[in-house]
């Protein structure tokens, strides 16, 4: 299995609701990755969970919470977000040695109203 | 600060001919280089990446990319593009603390 999967595909929230993104990977990657993206721009880093410990937060604000609860489950919880907040956040994994190449899931599209 | 460069926001070549994407990058000590493509709504596919060794590497879908010290260069190469190949192509950087940076794109498209 050399997926990362991604649930919901998409997701339509207003300003004031909580939802989650899902993401889950079964290769024993150990560090895992939320990225956003906003279109015809390239993904920007998030978070890294590296053996279920968070070890890069780049600054992000605190309407969006990470959670690793196991190593093959990420989550990332979202509250109160803005319209701008609108994009597709990607997660992605890796064995955790920096030569080794990022797997992808397909994405959420997320929009917020 | 480290980087990489795409400096064509979009390469247009017709079926059939080769293709070149660029990358340079600006990465201290040895660099761990990748190349990704994604395809419309879709999340990235890894394609190549370059650790150590062999200057040219090879990758999936016919592609590959050489690496030139000298230069700074990873351009990315296929010798017959193909009109499914239109996509948005990101080169990568690994910073050795799990940061993988990315590029900001070149968008290829293929004409028949």
């Known amino acids: 299995d050399t997926e990362v999967t991604q649930t919901p595909k998409h997701l339509v929230m207003g300003m004031t609701n909580k939802k989650s993104l899902k993401c889950e990977q079964h290769m024993g990657h150990r560090a895992m990755y939320w990225y956003k993206q906003k279109a015809k721009k390239p993904p920007e880093l998030m978070f890294v969970y590296s053996y279920e410990k968070l070890s890069i937060n780049e600054s992000v604000p605190s309407r969006f919470s990470p959670e690793c609860p196991n190593s093959s489950l990420l989550n990332l919880h979202l509250h109160a977000l803005q319209p701008e907040d609108s994009a597709l956040y990607l997660c992605?994994?890796?064995?955790?040695?920096?030569?080794?190449?990022?797997?992808f899931g397909q994405g959420t599209r997320l929009t917020v109203v | 600060a480290q980087s990489v460069a795409q400096p064509e926001d979009q390469v247009n070549v017709a079926e059939g001919n080769p293709l070149t994407v660029k990358c340079t990058y600006s990465?201290?000590?040895?660099?761990?280089l990748f190349w990704y493509v994604q395809y419309p709504n879709r999340g990235l596919q890894f394609l190549l990446k370059?650790?150590?060794?062999?200057?040219l590497v090879k990758g999936s879908y016919g592609f590959e990319a050489e690496f030139n010290k000298s230069q700074t260069s990873f351009h990315l190469k296929k010798p017959s593009a193909l009109v499914s190949d239109s996509a948005l192509y990101f080169c990568?950087?690994?910073?050795?603390?799990?940061?993988?940076?990315f590029g900001t794109g070149t968008r290829l498209l293929v004409s028949p």
């Open positions: 990465v201290s000590g040895n660099p761990y």
């Open positions: 992605a994994s890796r064995p955790g040695q920096p030569n080794t190449e990022a797997f």
């Open positions: 370059y650790i150590t060794g062999d200057n």
């Open positions: 990568a950087f690994n910073t050795g603390f799990q940061k993988l940076v």
